[in-house]
């Protein structure tokens, strides 16, 4: 089975128990549970703090309200909620986290050492406790350096952040021979995801004249750095650029990069946003900080949200390529389908476009139903790669547009040249397998790249999937039922996957059950889909009637 990714948001329940809600505070209360049932972050957070207002002693406004504020990006209701949770003892631990920041901004340094031992009794973050000590250390004017405990069970979480704040600290206090070790270490482990923190490094070796230093850190010939290395090499616009870090600053920088390493589960992506929010809070004006918020607010299904954080990144500054990369995302989630790929032809279009601005762009042109397009544009990101370092997803990716553009025979080629790269993806060969399967091309030869893909990863629904219905199409109806079945109990909802265990399922003479999976299939399909699915469950199966 072939799939497409795609982005539902979902809506939280609107129910109001009015029994814990005073009778003042009824109505606001209400309509801040219906807007934030429905997503409507700023009618709910102005709706919350009204409720607040009027019935401060609710726990439950005070909690709701805290979630609202930390979503929405509002600090003056985050810290009131905040305040009332705390003093009724049910401030969430990631609350000890708001405090710290308020302390910090405020070098209140008393109490932020106070919260901080109380972020280290109450455990959850305790693993950050090295690092926020030292950024006190700092404020206070008697620096200690972060350091972890490597008996500690959780010192490895701390040691991934460790690098990366020995490095602004000693960048803070200009000391170059410190930092500059730091920094490579830093930033090897965050190689991915590295190209904010590379800017922030160089624009504090640039403003401490280490420019050589400076320079080493941004790749020559990449857009995304273009503005930063014309900038250092005439030695202008620095001062803002490497500014010393504050404790607040460094502390906001703290929680970004948690927020995002949390968000990479989606179990953490609540959370993960709540951090990013408390760091910009800590640090209004840190454009890293914004270009993360921009980013877990569109994943979190707050489209408008992320366009307005992108938003606060100077296009024209040196964060202004990564920030609109996000703001792309943003616009696309939002529906501004038109406004996302102006901007992603802009940015494809710059001298030394990265490979990632071409995908970027391909996926809008594919979503589009510009498959064409979408191919020249994945191609387009492979230029920049020797044949034998070339990804194979560049190369999915392009054979995946040129499929869906009905060019089958350019896409096996790209498909079987990606195969080659990567023998063993799970993913590369159920695309190639399926897609003959679907032809009738090459069965049996289909068929054994799907046995290998569902042999390395067997828990995939959609390649358990393509396995069954490949057994089915090779007349192989005994083995393909069972397997089937399997996908169907992986991924209920599947319209695709209910269809081909239904088609099998009549064939092998189990009609009853047969038609009971078309109806699993029929809740979710659409178009001609769901006109072949009622023909089925009418008619019964039908030569005209079989899946593809």
Same mark, same amino acid.
């Given at each position: ?145 972060? !350091? ?38 830093? $930033? ?84 993960? $946003? ?206 393909? !039922? ?67």
């Amino acid at each position: 089975m072939l799939t497409t990714p795609a982005m539902v948001p979902t809506m939280a329940g609107a129910s109001v128990d009015p029994a814990m809600v005073g009778n003042g505070a009824l109505h606001a209360y209400a309509r801040a549970r219906m807007a934030d049932g429905d997503g409507a972050l700023g009618l709910a957070v102005a709706s919350y703090r009204e409720a607040l207002k009027q019935d401060p002693a609710r726990i439950e406004i005070a909690r709701r309200s805290y979630v609202q504020a930390l979503e929405s990006g509002d600090r003056l209701l985050a810290r009131q909620s905040a305040a009332l949770l705390d003093r009724a003892g049910a401030l969430p631990r990631d609350g000890t986290l708001l405090l710290i920041g308020e302390a910090l901004t405020a070098k209140d340094w008393a109490s932020a050492r106070a919260l901080t031992d109380r972020m280290l009794e109450e455990g959850n973050f305790a693993f950050l406790t090295p690092i926020v000590r030292s950024w006190i250390s700092l404020g206070e004017g008697q620096y200690a350096p972060p !350091v972890i405990d490597g008996k500690d069970r959780f010192a490895a979480l701390g040691l991934r952040y460790a690098d990366e704040h020995a490095a602004l600290q000693a960048l803070a206090r200009g000391d170059l021979a410190t930092a500059a070790p730091a920094t490579r270490r830093a $930033l090897a482990v965050r190689s991915g995801d590295g190209a904010a923190l590379r800017l922030a490094f160089a624009g504090q070796f640039a403003a401490r004249r280490a420019k050589a230093e400076a320079l080493t850190l941004l790749p020559v010939g990449s857009a995304s750095f273009a503005r930063a290395r014309a900038d250092i090499e005439k030695g202008k616009g620095l001062k803002a650029a490497g500014a010393a870090t504050t404790p607040a600053q460094g502390f906001a920088r703290l929680l970004a990069r948690l927020a995002v390493d949390v968000s990479s589960d989606s179990s953490g992506s609540a959370l993960g $946003l709540r951090l990013a929010r408390i760091a910009t809070f800590a640090d209004p004006d840190g454009p890293e900080i914004h270009i993360v918020s921009a980013r877990l607010l569109t994943a979190q299904g707050h489209a408008a949200g992320g366009v307005a954080e992108a938003g606060k990144v100077p296009a024209n500054g040196w964060y202004g390529a990564l920030a609109q990369a996000e703001l792309i995302d943003a616009l696309a989630a939002a529906g501004d389908m038109d406004g996302a790929l102006a901007l992603a032809r802009v940015q494809a279009a710059e001298p030394g476009a990265e490979a990632e601005r071409q995908v970027r762009l391909g996926r809008l042109l594919a979503q589009k139903q510009d498959f064409d397009g979408a191919a020249t544009a994945f191609r387009a990101a492979q230029a920049g790669y020797e044949g034998d370092q070339l990804p194979w997803t560049l190369l999915l990716f392009e054979g995946s547009a040129l499929e869906q553009g009905k060019r089958w025979d350019e896409a096996r080629a790209v498909l079987e040249r990606a195969a080659k790269i990567a023998p063993n993806e799970p993913v590369i060969l159920n695309y190639l397998g399926y897609a003959q399967i679907e032809r009738r091309q090459n069965v049996e030869a289909a068929l054994e790249l799907l046995k290998k893909a569902s042999a390395l990863k067997p828990q995939d629904a959609s390649i358990t999937d393509s396995l069954g219905w490949a057994q089915f199409v090779t007349g192989n109806v005994d083995a393909a !039922v069972p397997v089937l079945e399997r996908a169907a109990a992986a991924a209920p909802t599947d319209s695709t996957i209910n269809e081909h265990l239904g088609d099998a399922l009549w064939v092998a003479g189990r009609r009853y059950e047969a038609r009971y999976a078309w109806a699993a299939a029929s809740v979710f399909a659409e178009g001609d889909v769901a006109t072949r699915l009622a023909a089925k469950r009418k008619m019964g199966m039908r030569p005209e009637y079989a899946a593809p």
